[in-house]
């Protein structure tokens, strides 16, 4: 995964998670830290295994990796972080050696992580990122579960996805 780890070591993508975790550091509930990307990385690969999708393990992982990046972006300039995060990706994939192609893939999947509607021909990453983003979610057993301003309708129940 020569690729994964261009991504955590560039520049823009540890400024942009330091400046996160520094932003998020007071948050009760759910942070968008390394951990919840590389959960959601997870989640995503599980899912590629169990339906034997034909897509690239570092493609998966990239995408995961990138989707939140922006959300600094978000706290600190109000740029919706799906937009933010995709303009970083755009930066950062092909300096880590993704092909144009794959940076496509990758950004339209970021775009669409918040339930939009997935561009037709990368649909399948796009709700691979959306469901696992949401099924990492340990709802059911948060301790300020009260405070989080998600719908009750939307927060994990459960395990099963």
Not at 7 to 13: N, S
């Amino acid at each position: 995964m020569k690729r994964i780890n261009a991504i955590l070591r560039h520049p823009l993508f540890v400024q942009q998670l330091t400046l996160l975790e520094e932003l998020e550091a007071q948050r009760p509930f759910c942070r968008h830290d390394l951990t919840h990307l590389l959960d959601v990385a997870r989640l995503m690969w599980i899912d590629v295994l169990e339906q034997g999708l034909a897509l690239d393990r570092e493609t998966v992982y990239a995408a995961a990796l990138l989707h939140d990046i922006g959300r600094a972006e978000q706290i600190r300039r109000g740029i919706p972080h799906e937009q933010a995060s995709a303009a970083l990706a755009e930066s950062i994939l092909p300096d880590a050696g993704f092909s144009a192609e794959e940076t496509e893939a990758v950004i339209a999947a970021i775009r669409c992580h918040r339930g939009g509607a997935p561009e037709n021909a990368r649909a399948q990453l796009g709700e691979l990122l959306y469901r696992a983003d949401k099924a990492c979610r340990l709802c059911w057993c948060c301790g300020v579960r009260e405070a989080c301003n998600w719908p009750e309708e939307r927060k994990n129940a459960g395990i099963a996805r």
